[in-house]
Structures are given as C-alpha cells and as structure tokens.
C-alpha cells in the first residue's frame, strides 16, 4: 500500500502561481499529477520516475514543473503563469511500475487538492 498525501492547493489570480506537493508512505517508482475538472475527465497532467524522468500534457508544458525529493518520498508540481483553465481537482497517483498517462494502472491515489484559477 501506498498511502498518498497531497497539499498546496489554494485560489490564486490567473497569471499567478502555486505549489503542490504530494508525500507518500512508502517509495513507488512513477509518481503523477492528474487533474479533473467539474464535468470532465480525469487528465495527466505530469508525471516523474524515480529516476528523475518526466513528462507534461501539452497544455502545461513550459509552465508547470515536477519535481521530486526522493529521501521524502515526496513528488512536488510547481505551477506558474496559471489559467483559468487549469481550474480542477488535482490529484497525485503512485505506481510501482513505469509511468504512463493510462488511469487505470494507477493503484494509488490521493484524496484531491483543489486549484482554483480566477480571471
């Protein structure tokens, strides 16, 4: 089991920024930022490896940054120049295995964080 733990979430002005961090229990191997706003789907958003290998949706690239402390188990997304758009529930997944933007082959989640972006 991996028990996840997410904080950071807050309301901020569109052009502004916030961090979220997420601390497991124990270490997995890939760690993730999903995001899932009122009415749609649940999207990656970005994702690390222990090894420090990373990927972003298209629609942060350039803007959100993930990071990770290996010694805290903890997986950091540092999100900048904010849109209205990025608005949703985020949430941080673990896996033991190699990361991918598929759902289902998270096992571990965190109970959400909410980032509000207003105009």
């Known amino acids: 089991q991996v028990q996840l733990v997410e904080s950071g979430g807050g309301s901020v002005q569109a052009g502004g920024s916030l961090r979220l961090s997420c601390t497991a229990a124990?270490?997995?191997?890939?760690m993730a930022w999903f995001r899932q706003a009122p009415g749609k789907k649940r999207e990656g958003v970005a994702r690390?490896?222990?090894?420090?290998?990373?990927n972003y949706a298209d629609s942060v690239k350039g803007r959100f940054t993930i990071s990770q402390d290996n010694a805290k188990n903890t997986v950091y997304l540092e999100m900048n120049s904010l849109k209205p758009e990025d608005t949703a529930m985020y949430y941080c997944?673990?896996?033991?295995?190699?990361?991918?933007?598929?759902?289902?082959?998270?096992?571990?989640w965190g109970q959400g964080t909410q980032v509000t972006v207003s105009s």
């Open positions: 690390i490896t222990r090894d420090g290998i990373t």
């Open positions: 124990t270490a997995a191997y890939c």
């Open positions: 997944a673990a896996r033991h295995d190699g990361c991918t933007w598929s759902i289902g082959y998270y096992s571990y």
